[in-house]
Every structure is written in C-alpha cells, then in structure tokens.
C-alpha cells in the first residue's frame, strides 16, 4: 500500500526532524546528565526560550502522523479495506514497540532500556486510532475530547510520581527519564486525525476562517503563558515538557492546523527527493540514529573546546549523518 504524499504535511515533518535535531543538540551539550539533577550552564539557561520555540516545531510531528494515519489507514478501514490494513498496523505497532526499546537499550545502556518514549507512545496511539476508525468518525473526536478532559482528573487521581509503569504510560511522571504519556499526548495524534477529515471535508470557502480561527487560538494561548512548553534546566526531560496543561497540547494542535491549511493555501510544493522531502520520509530512521549516535557523540566533543559552536557543529554533524 502505497500512501499519498502531501506536500504540506511533507513540509510540516521535515522542518519539525530539523528542529528535533537542533534541540536535542543544544540539551545533551549543556546538560551534564540526560535525567535527573544536573549542573546547567548560562549557555543553557539562556537559550531555554529560543529551545521552547524550536520545540513547538517537535511536537507537530505527531500531530502531522495523526494526519498521516487518518489517510492511511482510517479512511482504508471505513471504506471496507480494514482487513487488508489490519495486519499492517498490527506489525507497524509491533515494530515501534521493538524499535523503541531497543533505541533506548543502544543509546542509553541497559539501566534505561525501559523508559517509556516516543516510539512506544506511538505504537500505542495508532493501535488506538486503528480501532477508532471502525467506528463514525465523530467517535474519534468524542476520544480526542474525553483524553483532554480527562487527563487533569487522572493526574489528581494517581498524581504524577508514581513508578508503576502502567501509571507511567497512561498519565507519565516526574522523575524526568519517562515520556510522552498518553494523556495528554494522545490529542495529538486525535488532533492530526482530526485537521485530515477537515483538510479533506472542509469546503473551501471556510478555509480562510479556520486559517483565522487557529491563528486566534494561538494567539490566545501565547498571551496566556501556555502556548510554550516549560523549561527547567535542572530537569531539562522533566514534566515542564511531558506534563503539561491541556492547552499546551491543544494550542499545538492549533498552530498545525494553522500551517496546515496556510500551505496549502499558498500552493506550496515539496519535491520527495529534496532536502525536506528526505527528512520527512526518512523521519523514522533519520529519529533512531541520531539518538543513538548524538548522546555520545555530545561527549566526545565536549572536550574540544568548541564554546558556544558545539551545539551547531553537533547539529550539523547529525544532520548530514
């Protein structure tokens, strides 16, 4: 099954694997430890704005999967093919599941194999989406909806420092080596599934109010402290960045829908074999290997006296492996 190629969302996820890299490169330079307490430099504390910024663009990769998969599989399994996708999604969770720890078990040692991350985060929401599109898609949104409200009353019922894993993978914790819980995170993946129906069923005389609809939210969001992930430089993986209110959550959706729509209004045009092309169809692979190669590549360059170039020439480096 070959799936169909949209430029805009092509756009999207190559920027936002740029982006990814460039962030990782600046916190694994300035952080003594990947997790835990740690010693930040001014460097860093002084670039934690301009990392909140950059890392809006990392969180509208999975919207853009959310978006990817409605196209993919969902509208596959309402149109009767289900069967035929069924044992693809099964062995693409599979594999994210295998692939995740084993990223972990490379990069970090054995002591860290388990953390719950990204990887695994999507294994399980595409299983979820998968079995949401058996159904009317209105049942996607009323999921979407049910895990913002209530992702609070989960965090106040089993708080957020518990070390049972299940309760780690629904509701996450704040010893900063656990991610991408499902609640809030799933509003992601919802929220990409979500802008695909509409990209697909909007008329396009309403285009322009949702391009002005999602700029507001933004808008509203950014004047509210919430648009903007936390940044604590003594737990730079910690909950200020995985735990966060809904409406950071939300506001992300907004400003993808926002691109979204904004691309495509403008016509834009991403070649697959250029260079954002590359980035977004490789974004699986192009993720695995630069966790495992740049966290030690960070501490063999640290010794070279690099200053405030380390981080770029890192990036750079990692960029063209």
């Known amino acids: 099954m070959k799936a169909r190629r949209f430029p805009e969302i092509d756009a999207v996820k190559g920027v936002g694997v740029i982006a990814m890299i460039l962030l990782h490169s600046f916190v694994w330079w300035y952080v003594e430890r990947d997790y835990g307490t740690m010693n930040p430099s001014r460097d860093f504390i002084e670039s934690i704005f301009f990392l909140k910024v950059i890392g809006v663009l990392v969180f509208l990769i999975p919207v853009a999967a959310g978006f990817t998969f409605y196209h993919y599989f969902m509208k596959r399994a309402k149109a009767g093919q289900g069967r035929e996708s069924l044992g693809f999604l099964l062995w693409r969770c599979g594999s994210l599941f295998v692939l995740g720890y084993a990223v972990n078990l490379l990069a970090w040692g054995g002591q860290e194999w388990m953390a719950w991350d990204v990887l695994q985060f999507f294994a399980v929401g595409f299983a979820v ?180 170039g380390g981080p770029f020439a890192l990036f750079f480096i990692l960029l063209m492996t």
């Open 129 to 308: 989406l998968g079995a949401l599109s058996f159904f009317p898609f209105p049942a996607t949104i009323a999921a979407t909806a049910l895990v913002a409200l209530a992702t609070p009353l989960l965090r106040g019922l089993w708080g957020t420092a518990s070390d049972s894993y299940g309760i780690i993978i629904l509701v996450g914790n704040e010893s900063g080596t656990q991610y991408w819980p499902f609640f809030p995170w799933f509003i992601l993946l919802g929220g990409g599934a979500i802008a695909a129906y509409l990209y697909e069923n909007l008329p396009k005389k309403r285009r322009g109010a949702l391009i002005l609809g999602s700029a507001f939210l933004c808008a509203v969001f950014m004047v509210s402290g919430v648009f903007f992930v936390g940044g604590d430089p003594t737990n730079a993986w910690g909950p200020l960045i995985f735990l966060p209110p809904v409406w950071t959550v939300l506001g992300i959706v907004s400003a993808f829908i926002f691109a979204l729509f904004s691309l495509r209004k403008l016509d834009v045009v991403i070649s697959p074999s250029g260079f954002l092309g590359v980035m977004s169809r490789g974004i699986l692979w192009i993720y695995a290997v630069h966790i495992i190669i740049g966290y030690r590549l960070s501490g063999a360059m640290k010794g070279m006296g690099l200053g405030m």
